[in-house]
């Protein structure tokens, strides 16, 4: 009789422990979060101290509460925390030297879905041997789970942990301008070596806006084109960096140079923003090496390294994006347009 009721108790508590275990196995390779929409915090942080705290603020994504972040990088980690899944959990024979691996060289991942504790937090390591998935654990009541993943996100395999970079500057969109044209008051546009094609645009009024050469020496004879002026202004509404250069070894060699232009930007609030230009000198990485004649270039005809923030901040420039700026006063007018010199 008492064997029996033994044998029923134990039963019971296995019969209503089942369902704790199942969950506290799947636990540790329950990496995804399918209500991702609820989503407003990701907290990445790498092992070398790089952070990247990325916050939803009235729908829109920003970095460490300072930059916005680029729209394409926040989508592929978002997709990233809502379709990763599990491929196998890493064999009795690479556990030791996986785990060790991940000790040394990951991100955590901190996931937050309104909250001030996060719903999910794992860590992120390094690709496996055939590049197609990522080793990844779970972090369960503040310690790093027991076994580690080889993790892939559904649709795809490949490595994830570009998705989850923790610098900053990886995040930080690369728009520079981002001007209604209703918002401009003035723009000025320098060439300190062919003044020439200076001008400066006043935009007081958007329906019609002037232009003047910042070479006082020539008059035209004609208004300037009032769309070419207002097309030209409509460009600074979107306005790329190709990144951001957190360190550049010349940048200082550079700085000491002329520039190749400066952009001087006013909004209607005064608030000033300028961008000095340089020219980037050559490199291996650069496309065209030598000129028609066959002899070494001295600069990169593609990019250009730009300075932002009084000179605290450097951005690297393509031409192929960042070319519309580089108008002269000439192109504003008409094709039949005559100058004349004035006397100084």
Not at 274 to 288: F, G, V
């Amino acid at each position: 009789m008492y064997l029996l009721a033994g044998l029923l108790i134990a039963i019971a508590l296995v019969l209503i422990c089942i369902p704790y275990i199942k969950n506290l196995q799947e636990s540790d390779k329950a990496f995804a979060i399918k209500n991702i929409e609820k989503v407003n915090r990701i907290l990445l942080i790498n092992n070398s101290g790089d952070t990247a705290d990325l916050t939803l603020d009235k729908n829109v994504w920003h970095v460490n509460h300072k930059f916005k972040v680029k729209a394409f990088a926040i989508k592929n980690l978002l997709e990233t925390i809502q379709y990763v899944k599990v491929d196998y959990p890493v064999s009795k024979a690479g556990h030791n030297n996986v785990l060790k691996d991940l000790m040394q060289n990951n991100t955590r991942v901190a996931i937050f879905t309104g909250d001030s504790e996060p719903e999910k937090v794992y860590y992120v390591g390094g690709p496996n041997v055939t590049n197609t998935g990522t080793f990844m654990i779970m972090e369960l009541a503040g310690e790093m789970a027991k076994r580690p993943y080889v993790t892939s996100i559904i649709g795809g395999a490949g490595y994830l942990t570009g998705n989850y970079t923790a610098k900053a500057d990886d995040w930080r969109s690369n728009q520079i301008f981002s001007y209604p044209s209703k918002d401009i008051k003035s723009i000025k546009i320098e060439y300190p070596l062919k003044p020439e094609g200076s001008f400066e645009i006043d935009n007081t009024d958007p329906e019609k806006p002037s232009i003047r050469p910042l070479l006082n020496t020539m008059s035209i004879d004609i208004p300037a084109d009032n769309k070419r002026l207002k097309e030209y202004i409509s460009y600074f509404n979107e306005g790329y960096a190709e990144n951001y250069i957190s360190y550049y070894q010349n940048i200082d060699t550079i700085l000491m140079t002329t520039a190749y232009c400066n952009i001087t930007i006013v909004d209607n609030k005064g608030d000033k923003n300028l961008l000095r230009i340089y020219h980037k000198p050559i490199s291996e990485r650069s496309k065209q090496q030598f000129d028609e004649q066959g002899n070494p270039m001295e600069y990169d005809m593609d990019k250009f390294i730009g300075a932002i923030n009084n000179d605290k901040e450097f951005v690297l420039i393509q031409f192929y994006s960042f070319g519309k700026f580089f108008k002269k006063y000439m192109q504003f007018f008409g094709q039949a347009t005559s100058v004349s010199k004035k006397s100084k």
